[in-house]
């Protein structure tokens, strides 16, 4: 992450985040493209002719999607509205993967229309309605089986998704009839197969059940007749939000080239959200008011669940740091403005003894599904966004 102390002061991307702060009132989210740029191309590298579809579900921002797109990357959408933005900011159809429990016909129609790089099927139940809306158009479709393999990855419950009972995927006795039922359809052409794990995964021994998964699935398929040319194993690689270095892609693309040898030709696809973008943005927020109570300082700052809902849903951690650094610190708890008692962003935070009214904070790693789950609770604005570093100033030091 390009983001650092100059002079004691906080600098994104080579700009001080007061100097951000003058133009913006807070909170803002402020994205640091060199980060982005730097993570799309790491991605790449580690896997050169893979599809790698950006989870655009972790970052809206049109300026990151441009980015993203000018990096060659490709998008996983799982809404009309994701649909748009994706191609306003230049994601051609092809580079585009169509996502999605309960997907609505009119991202259907949009989606075959346009001839996007694959509808990944949810549920048998959704079979007939992509062959009736591609019948319509008189256009051919193609999708992909997402499985559920009933995987139990080390996350955040909330945040597994390919587990037994999930309302997510394929169940495994029920792939076997779907990929019947595409063969069977004119209008279906069957692209691969879909994986998603499940999100924020730091455990090899995890990507190791998964890309076994993938390597039974191809071949159960295969030998029923079924041409699985593709694996789309879905996103899921998490960062540690601390000083602690993230799993890499290279690391992955080790196991995953050693785990599905021999099954050639075989086309891989991603869907990366997290990993590319969590640690190139901050947001930034003011401190309201400082309270002493219950032998504790409760720091109040502008935003809290209404600008990033991670600590109160899923009690993620994110660091905090002063704007302006200074000696000695203190123990904080740094809450929110919003009526709730889990409105608290961090407990336990480090934080200059004089914090006072006005200043600045920055809650780090929080440029996935920071704005993008940003709700309006309390009537509050949502929080404002932008992007540093398009012509890479030097750092104001
Ligand atoms: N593909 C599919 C089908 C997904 O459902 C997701 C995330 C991704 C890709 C991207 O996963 P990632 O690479 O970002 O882990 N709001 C939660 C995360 C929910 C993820 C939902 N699906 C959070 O703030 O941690």
């Known amino acids: 992450?390009?983001?650092?102390?100059?002079?004691?002061?906080?600098?994104?991307?080579?700009?001080?985040?007061?100097?951000?702060?003058?133009?913006?009132?807070?909170?803002?989210?402020?994205?640091?493209?060199?980060?982005?740029?730097?993570?799309?191309?790491?991605?790449?590298?580690?896997?050169?002719?893979?599809?790698?579809?950006?989870?655009?579900?972790?970052?809206?921002?049109?300026?990151?999607?441009?980015?993203?797109?000018?990096?060659?990357l490709g998008v996983d959408v799982v809404s009309l509205g994701e649909w748009h933005l994706a191609r306003a900011a230049g994601f051609p159809p092809e580079r585009v993967v169509v996502n999605g429990n309960a997907k609505s016909d009119a991202l259907l129609q949009e989606a075959i229309a346009a001839g996007a790089q694959s509808i990944n099927l949810d549920a048998?139940?959704?079979?007939?309605?992509?062959?009736?809306?591609?019948?319509?158009?008189?256009?051919?479709?193609?999708?992909?089986?997402?499985i559920n393999p009933?995987?139990?990855?080390?996350?955040?419950?909330?945040?597994?998704?390919?587990?037994?009972?999930?309302?997510?995927?394929?169940p495994p006795e029920q792939v076997l009839a779907v990929?019947?039922?595409?063969?069977?359809?004119?209008?279906?052409?069957?692209?691969?197969?879909h994986l998603h794990p499940g999100s924020q995964l730091l455990a090899a021994a995890d990507w190791e059940a998964v890309v076994a998964a993938a390597r039974e699935w191809v071949g159960r398929l295969r030998s029923a007749g079924f041409p699985v040319q593709q694996v789309n194993f879905g996103g899921g690689l998490g960062i540690t939000?601390?000083?602690a270095p993230d799993p890499q892609p290279a690391a992955l693309a080790e196991q995953i080239h050693r785990g599905l040898a021999g099954l050639a030709p075989l086309r891989l696809a991603f869907e990366p959200g997290r990993w590319l973008v969590a640690r190139a943005g901050v947001l930034v927020v003011r401190v309201v008011q400082v309270k002493h109570a219950w032998g504790q300082r409760f720091v109040a700052v502008d935003g809290g669940m209404n600008a990033l809902l991670r600590p109160a849903?899923?009690?993620?951690?994110?660091?905090?740091?002063?704007?302006?650094?200074?000696?000695?610190a203190r123990p904080a708890t740094v809450v929110g403005p919003?009526?709730?008692?889990?409105?608290?962003?961090?407990?336990?935070?480090?934080?200059?003894?004089?914090?006072?009214?006005?200043?600045?904070?920055?809650?780090?790693?929080?440029?996935?599904?920071g704005a993008s789950m940003a709700n309006a609770y309390n009537a509050r604005p949502l929080p404002a966004e932008m992007l540093v570093g398009e012509s890479l100033p030097p750092a104001d030091v």
């Open 1 to 72: 992450m390009t983001l650092r102390y100059c002079h004691h002061t906080l600098c994104i991307a080579g700009r001080s985040v007061p100097s951000l702060a003058e133009k913006q009132d807070t909170p803002f989210y402020a994205y640091s493209l060199p980060s982005v740029q730097e993570r799309a191309r790491a991605f790449r590298r580690a896997f050169p002719n893979a599809l790698i579809a950006f989870a655009l579900k972790a970052n809206r921002y049109p300026p990151i999607l441009r980015a993203l797109a000018a990096e060659g």
């Open 338 to 369: 919003n009526c709730e008692s889990t409105d608290v962003l961090a407990r336990d935070v480090p934080l200059p003894a004089d914090l006072a009214a006005g200043d600045l904070l920055a809650v780090l790693d929080t440029g996935a599904y």
């Open 313 to 328: 849903l899923y009690g993620a951690r994110h660091r905090i740091w002063p704007v302006r650094r200074r000696e000695p």
């Open 150 to 170: 009933g995987l139990d990855v080390h996350t955040h419950p909330h945040l597994q998704v390919a587990a037994q009972g999930s309302h997510f995927g394929v």
């Open 124 to 146: 048998a139940e959704e079979v007939p309605r992509v062959v009736a809306a591609a019948r319509a158009m008189g256009k051919t479709a193609a999708v992909a089986i997402r």
């Open 179 to 193: 990929a019947q039922a595409i063969a069977e359809a004119p209008e279906l052409r069957l692209a691969g197969i």
């Open 241 to 243: 939000y601390t000083n």
